[in-house]
Structures are given as C-alpha cells and as structure tokens.
C-alpha cells in the first residue's frame, strides 16, 4: 500500500508537532570506569507494550451492541496476540480489570453487584447504579465480563507477560469522580482477587486516559511502582521515579491504523529516536481493536520490536520490570578497587526486593584488557558469570565489556590475564537473548 508521505516528511510533520520533545534523562551512574547502564543489556532504550483488557467494563456507557461486539472481538483477538508475542518473545503489561479475574457474582438485595464496593461520588457516563450493567452471573453465561480463562491463557504462555491493574470496576481516576476510599478499595479488591493467581500487583493504568497522580502516595503504599503516565508535551522520556517511589513511565503511542502513512513506520521511527536519546518508548491497546489492526499494524510493530532487541539497541520490558530496574539502578552505589590483574566491584544497594521484585543490573566497565573471567558473589558463594564485548565508541579508546549482575549480589570480581585467549573463553555475543 502506498502513502501519501514519504518517512523523511512523517519525520518532520512528527518534529513540528514536537512528538520527539525532550523528557525526562537518566541519571549519571558511574563509579570509577564502571557504570551501571541506563537499561538491562546495555541497550540503548527500552520499548514496553501495555493493554488495557477490559472486554465490556470499559464500554458500559455506550449502546449494547458495542459492548456485545467488543467482547467478541476481544475473545477473538486474544489468543492470536498470544501467538504473536510466543513467536517473537515479547512479553507486555496486560492492565486487567480486576473484576474479569472472577468466574462469578450475584446481585445483592438491592439488585446490583457487589453491594460491599464503594461507588463513585460522581458518574456522567450513564444513569444508575455504578454496577447495573453486571450481570451477577458467571464466565460461561457472559464472557463479557468475566475472564478467568483468558487470563489463565496469558498465565500459561511461554513468554512470562506481566498483569497489571485497570482498577476492579474500571473507575475514573479523576478527583471529582473518585475518592481516595475508593481507589484504595478497588485496588485492595485487585491485589485480592489476584493472589489466588500468585501474581504480586506493581503496575496500574488508569481507566480513560485519566491521569490518577494525585493518589500515588496511596498507590505506592498498596506495593505499585509503575503507572502509565499521559503527558500532553513528552512522549519519549526515561522513566520518571516520584517521591512515593511509584514510576511514572511515559506514553508514546496508541495502537491504531492511519489513513496517510505507515503507523508501523511510525512506530519504527519513535523507536530509533528512542535509542538516540536512551529514551522508554511505550505503546498500549485494547484487544477489543479491530482484528486486523492486530494482523497488520500489531504485527508489524512487534516483529520490528523484536529485531531492534536482537541488535541489542532495544530493552523489551514489562512496566514492572521497567520500574524495578530503574529503581535499583537508582539505589545501587559501587565500590571499585583496581589493581594489575584484577578488579573488585563491591555492590551496596538498598533496593526493595519485596516491593519491586528481583532484578539484574548490567555494568558497562572500562578498563585497558578485556577480562579472562568474572566471578560473582552472592550469598557467601561464588560462581562465574558470562560477558560481552562491546565495540569501541568515540567516547573511551579503551575497550569495554558488559556484565549482568543480580541486585542481590555483594562483589563481582574481574580477573585480566596476560596472554590469556579471552576470544576462545568468551561465549557470548551482542546478540545473545540469553544475556539480554
């Protein structure tokens, strides 16, 4: 299919627009030619993918036929996208709807659902009870508003995809339109109806698009760390720790189909501009879309995702994954001892592991040689771990190499050689997934 503008012109229409304004930079971690890198890998940026899975909860405002429709697509699209992502290893944030975690619910004496839960103080979008379009039945009547097989579906794929929160009842955020009561509720009700799941609640998309920052003390108090954060200037920025420790982690585009150019080679071009600026690029969607904007656009997208990670220019990450390395990145100083053929890396970090999760940071070190081995310490043992080789940038003339290291370890130790065939020991490569 032709478009009427060519990628040098979308790039400039883009410019003008100001889409690539700058944001939010990472900070400076570097201690003594050791650095830790601003994203796992030593990548250039990182690109995270969210979807608001909702089936009918968001829709409720609108006519049947929509929301009947919308559920049948999204069932439809799910396991497709699944198959996409199993084919590339991409793993995203699925932000789910606490409430389609449920295989049922019955109405109360009053006639509505979940009588216990707290309704908004304001709803402009329809008359009635907050829950008047809850059936009050089960998954095998109406699909629509209970999932727990499709999520049981994202649980068992090959790629370890994350689950989010887009609230139980896919409330608005807004302060007219919520309370601080009810977000807590409503959350707790997620984090509740998750755990049976052995899922650990980090991340939440606002429902609407409406941003929800004036709760995010109470946000990071209930264990989040990472929100979607719509900002009306920056698209492309490093992701932005607030004083609750919750990750503000910008949006950069919408999946959709555009009439006059390629949105693949959009996508494509926020992604290199990511890299050139160690930028997070983010896109989400909603699986109730269209089926061939994911046969298409979706596709397109991934596949291209998929081959800037095997470079090694792009880190793909979940937003809690995203959060977790930043964080720890963020509360991680290094203690460097140099000497003739070895050097000592002493790690002092005072991380969450609990709240955040397990992580691995990557130091990008510096130093005359490349290394004959790596030793890692961690709870009293030491074992070897892999490195790789990085070419020579402008910046240093000497020769660098990257090492991932657990946030829990104590001491990495690097040994140099003379003479050593550091080319025959070394086992990695740039391209190496296992590494990335």
Request: hydrophobic share 35%; charged share 30%; glycine share 6%.
């Amino acid at each position: 299919m032709s478009y009427p503008f060519t990628a040098a012109v979308l790039k400039s229409i883009f410019e003008a627009k100001k889409n690539f304004a700058p944001g939010v930079l990472p900070s400076i971690r570097c201690f003594d030619g050791v650095e830790i890198t601003p994203f796992r890998g030593g990548a250039r940026a990182s690109a995270t993918i969210s979807a608001d899975f909702e089936i009918a909860w968001a829709f409720r405002g609108r006519s049947e036929e929509e929301r009947l429709q919308r559920g049948v697509t999204c069932r439809r699209n799910v396991p497709y996208i699944l198959r996409i992502l199993e084919e590339t290893g991409i793993p995203i944030t699925w932000a789910t709807v606490g409430h389609l975690f449920l295989e049922r619910c019955q109405d109360g004496p009053s006639g509505f659902a979940h009588e216990d839960m707290l309704r908004p103080p304001k709803n402009l979008r329809w008359d009635g009870d907050w829950y008047r379009h809850d059936p009050g039945t089960d998954w095998e009547r109406d699909p629509h508003w209970y999932a727990p097989d499709l999520i049981q579906l994202i649980r068992s794929s090959k790629v370890k995809h994350e689950i989010g929160s887009h609230s139980f009842s896919h409330i608005d955020f807004s302060e007219d339109t919520s309370t601080r009561e009810l977000v807590e509720q409503e959350l707790r009700a997620c984090i509740k109806v998750m755990a049976p799941y052995g899922r650990h609640l980090r991340s939440l998309v606002y429902p609407f698009n409406n941003m929800g920052h004036h709760y995010l003390d109470l946000i990071g108090r209930l264990g989040l760390t990472a929100v979607r954060h719509r900002d009306k200037k920056v698209r492309l920025s490093y992701p932005e720790r607030t004083s609750s420790g919750v990750y503000k982690l910008y949006e950069s585009m919408n999946l959709r189909q555009a009439k006059h150019y390629d949105y693949v080679e959009k996508a494509v071009m926020f992604m290199e501009e990511a890299c050139s600026r160690q930028a997070a690029y983010h896109i989400w969607f909603h699986p109730s879309d269209p089926s061939d904007v994911f046969e298409m656009e979706f596709y397109g997208i991934i596949k291209s995702m998929a081959e800037f990670q095997r470079q090694g220019k792009l880190w793909v990450a979940t937003m809690e994954d995203l959060a977790a390395y930043c964080e720890a990145r963020e509360q991680t100083t290094l203690e460097v001892l140099r000497n003739a053929d070895e050097l000592k890396i002493t790690l002092q970090c005072n991380y969450d592991v609990k709240r955040y999760g397990k992580t691995v940071l990557t130091l990008r070190v510096t130093s005359d040689s490349m290394p004959s081995e790596c030793m890692l310490r961690r709870e009293g043992r030491w074992e070897a771990v892999k490195w790789k080789s990085e070419e020579l940038h402008v910046s240093s003339k000497k020769p660098r190499f990257l090492v991932d290291v657990p946030v829990t370890a104590n001491e990495l130790r690097v040994l140099f050689r003379p003479n050593y065939d550091w080319k025959h020991r070394r086992t990695t490569t740039l391209a190496d997934t296992a590494f990335c």
